[in-house]
């Protein structure tokens, strides 16, 4: 198992190199592990998933209302009969909610028809439109004035953290080269291979993924590639109180207009709730700050949906930049000449389609001249349980008879054990800072931010890793 | 063994929380002679909030003695095992599995403890940056003062170098001596307030032997820096804007109770304060459910969560000997600017809140206020403020007016004028 943080990149040529370790680059890589193939997986920062994929609203859509025809509805549509398999194979959170599509006007509610017509022309073909007293039966505390909805009895909520980790995971047991702190610089293309000058050395590989999200269009560029360019849109989102759960039960989502996707409300496989996101098209691939008129105009918007929820405390801002382009597509182009697939424009839909982006790679590099020898078995894995929906270690006498590490709580918002903790710092993939370690255990993420546990947590964190480092040192 | 096996256990009182207010009750009833008082805390040591704050002004109000905040909740643990109550710690209680039972997590496995009362002292806590919507980035170096001073002072962590500290209040002022405690520099104190909100003397002292400035009548209006911390934008009330150079920032006060496990019992909570409505003996809207110390009054001094403690010992008994549970029928509201008021249900013939009288806070500073007290459009009292009140400090009520209440009327009403 390799995963690489500093020192030289290994002297070898790689039959296929990523770059990016997103919930794209890292489900990539895992597909790829499942051939005898020699696999690097290269990223910028300490840790996967530490772009885009980390700051979504984490639904893992039927793919209902996306553009029939296109390659986004279709890998939409299959990755998430693909990511539901996975998730319940191994323990990734995941809660079949369904979704409301709440009509608050008479435009919105003559919408909804052509909304399940279109569900239809997509593969779906479980949506309903419910009048309002169905829809306020469904979600008492729904605010005054909806007219109708439709629902989207398919739409779900997963944890987009460990839907990465577990990628990555499996890919780096199955011997996928994992090095982060790695950014991929000038590209320089042979006949039989590239050379990616990068801080730590060159990185040699016959073919080439860029799944590189917003920088995609840069990576793409220096291939010699123009056919997109990527404009950040960001989204802005509030996470609230796991006291407020209690106030929604299902996704709901606004019924698309000209202006995009807008505001929802969901709750989240951690229990708590989302009000999100915002959509603003900026130049700044690195704006992931929040705004005072962001988080203004989503409280307005939460506050018609759901008017109890902002009665309730609030536990999280963040932001996330979706990789829009100017096409209304993904931007999945091979070319087969230099064995290189671009993978850009992964918009709004990335987590959800992921696996089957993947498997559409995978036959891509084939459809380059890649021979990837048979399939193999590779080894599953099972993720720790930080959603809700099962217990946690907290909650099994089982585990703490096993080992009493799981019965104290350092996290008390979150009720995060030693144990999790201790078994995240020494998995196959490591955290390497204390917001990695949040997003594998929950630690820090609740309520409190900090308030009771910030230094024990930050304390077991930094043994941990100086213990690493001391045994690093005497290899 | 089961997934979920849990043993089951009674005692007489359960006490949740081992801080200053529920050492004391415990400490009460053991010495009373109740038999099983158990006392649970999540953290691995008890003592409550005191058990990090490593400076003096502990105990002058309950102890009649003034020492450090470690030596403080030594103390009050000391009290309570030699009066003979059972103190666990490392043991979180985790939600209730039928009226007056609790569920607890610990190191030796799940338990289900029923208890004649349970008596609540959870405390109450800062609110972090983001639930004060503070927008920007979201870089290292940002605290709440639990925090930093568990970094510094229980497990001697690095801080950053220059801080801005959020709050001008008495916590506020903590924070600024634990950050040079750390050898970090002070910056700036912020308060949204004309004014700082502790004692002049305090004051005073931090400005001058410290050289920290005050800035008043200014907000944050955004955090940014990648990695960690490099500014502060504030906003002054005339709308100009001006950034702090700072690698950490200290979010103080603004206080929130702790109050999940009386949420999840279905406790109803006063809404200024956000802890459970309780009555002048510490009852809950559940029988059998008392609530002692922060989680009542966000925030107190110890001593005063310490008295609550001792206070509460008189009513947990008269409960154990089956007395019936009527807590007080009537509820008692602040209006703007007052924020809250410490207890808020009474009744009219009971007894008096401790010292005879009732807490309050409000938003804004008003020059020795006129108090009004009403009940269904009636006046029961009228009275000046010998003082001013100042935001984030406790002002206080006469209690006398309460027999005048109308125990089949509404709601009594507080206003400040
Ligand atoms: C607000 C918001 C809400 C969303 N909601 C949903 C949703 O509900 N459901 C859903 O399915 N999708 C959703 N998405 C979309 C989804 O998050 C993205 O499509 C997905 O995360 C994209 O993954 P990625 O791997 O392509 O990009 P990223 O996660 O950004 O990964 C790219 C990686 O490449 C690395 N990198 C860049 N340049 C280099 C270089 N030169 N060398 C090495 N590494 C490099 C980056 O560091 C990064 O880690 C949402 C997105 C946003 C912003
Ligand atoms: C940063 C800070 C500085 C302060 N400085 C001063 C000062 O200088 N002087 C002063 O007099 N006062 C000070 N105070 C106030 C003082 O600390 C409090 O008034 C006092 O600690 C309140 O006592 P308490 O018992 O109500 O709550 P706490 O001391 O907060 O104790 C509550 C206890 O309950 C436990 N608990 C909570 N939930 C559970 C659960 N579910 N299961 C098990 N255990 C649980 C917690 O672990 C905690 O130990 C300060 C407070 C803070 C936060």
Known sequence: MTVTTTGDLPDEVYDV??????????????????????????????????????????????????????????????????LTAYAAETGIPLEP???????????????????????????????????????????????????GALEVPGESVICPWTTTLAYATQAVRAGVALHLNCPAGAITTGVDHHEIATPRGVLRTRHLVNAAGLYSDEINRRLGHEEFTVTPRRGQLIVF??????????????????????????????????????AEDLDDKTATGSSAGGLASLREKGARILPELLEEEVTAVYAGL?????????????????????????????????????????????????????????????????????????????????????????????????????????????????????????????????????????????????????????? | ?????????????????????????????????????????????????????????????????????????????????RAGAVLRTGVTATGWAAPRTVDVTGPTGLERITATAVVLATGARERPRSARLVPGTRPAGVFTTGQLQQAVHVHHQSVGRRAVIVGAERVSYSAVATLRR???????????????????????????????????????????????????????????????????????????PDHELARSAGIALDPGTRGPATDAEFRTGEPGVFAVGNLLHPVETADIAALDGRFAAAPVLRHLTGVPWTPGPLPVRVEAPLLWISPNRLTPDGPRP???????????????????????????????????????????LPADWIAGADAHGGPVRITAD
């Open chain 2, 354 to 396: 401790p010292h005879g009288r009732f807490t309050l806070r409000t938003e804004r500073f008003l020059t020795r206020p006129v108090l009004t007290v009403s009940q269904d459009g009636r006046t029961l009292h009228r009275g000046r403020l010998p003082h001013t009140a100042a935001p984030n400090r406790p002002f206080h």
């Open chain 1, 322 to 475: 979706r990789a829009a382009t100017e096409h209304g597509d993904f931007q999945i182009r091979a070319d087969p000449g230099r064995r290189y697939v671009a993978v850009g424009g992964i918009r709004s839909t990335g987590l959800t389609a992921s696996m089957a982006i993947a498997a559409h790679v995978a036959q891509l590099l084939v459809d380059c001249g890649l021979d990837p020898g048979p399939e193999r078995e590779i080894e599953s894995v099972r993720m720790p349980t930080i959603g809700e929906a099962f217990p946690r270690p907290y909650q099994r006498a089982d585990l703490i008879a096993a080992d009493p590490a799981y019965g104290t709580v350092v996290c008390h918002c979150e009720r995060v054990t030693r144990g999790e903790i201790r078994d995240a710092l020494t998995a196959t993939v490591p955290p390497a800072s204390l917001d990695g370690l949040r997003r594998r255990t929950r630690a820090l993420a609740g309520r409190c931010q900090g308030f009771f546990c910030g230094a024990a947590v930050r304390a077991q964190f930094e043994a941990a890793t100086a213990a690493q480092d001391r045994t690093e040192a005497r290899r």
């Open chain 2, 182 to 256: 750390a050898g970090a520099e002070v910056a700036a104190m912020v308060t949204d307030q004309p004014r700082h909100q502790t004692h002049p003397a305090r004051h005073l002292g931090t400005r001058l032997r410290h050289g920290v400035p005050l800035v008043t009548g200014a907000t944050v209006a955004e955090l940014t820096g990648r990695v960690r911390l490099e500014s502060v934008r504030l906003r002054h009330r005339d709308g100009r804007t001006a950034a702090i150079g700072c690698d950490t920032v200290v979010f103080t006060g603004d206080w929130i």
């Open chain 1, 17 to 82: 190199a990523i770059i990016g370790a997103g919930v794209v680059g890292t489900a990539i890589a895992r597909e790829l592990a499942r051939y005898r193939l020699r696999i690097a997986l290269v990223e910028a920062s300490d840790d996967v998933g530490n772009g885009t994929s980390k700051a979504n609203t984490a639904i893992l859509h039927t793919g209902f209302d996306a553009t029939p025809g296109t390659l986004e509805a279709r890998l939409v549509r299959e990755g998430y009969q693909r």
């Open chain 1, 241 to 278: 109180d796991k006291f407020a759960r209690g106030l929604v039960d299902h996704i709901l989502l606004p019924v698309p207009t000209a202006l995009g996707k807008g505001v929802l409300v969901a709750p989240t496989v951690y229990g708590n709730v989302l009000l999100g996101p915002t």
């Open chain 2, 1 to 81: 063994m089961t997934p979920t096996d849990r043993t089951h256990r009674t005692v007489d009182v359960l006490v949740v929380g081992a801080g200053p207010a529920g050492l004391a009750v415990a400490a009460r009833l053991a010495a009373a002679g109740v038999d099983r008082v158990e006392v649970l805390d999540r953290e691995q040591r008890a003592g409550g909030i005191p058990r990090h704050c490593d400076h003096t002004g502990f105990g002058l109000r309950d102890l009649r003695r003034v020492m450090t905040g470690p030596d403080y909740a030594r103390h009050h643990i000391a009290a309570a095992i």
């Open chain 1, 97 to 147: 909610l369904g979704a409301l599509l709440v009509a608050w006007d008479g435009e919105q509610l003559a919408a909804l028809p052509s909304l399940a017509e279109k569900a239809v022309r997509n593969g779906y073909h479980e949506t309903a439109v419910l009048g309002t007293e169905a829809v306020y039966a469904r979600e008492p505390h729904l605010g005054p004035g909806a007219l």
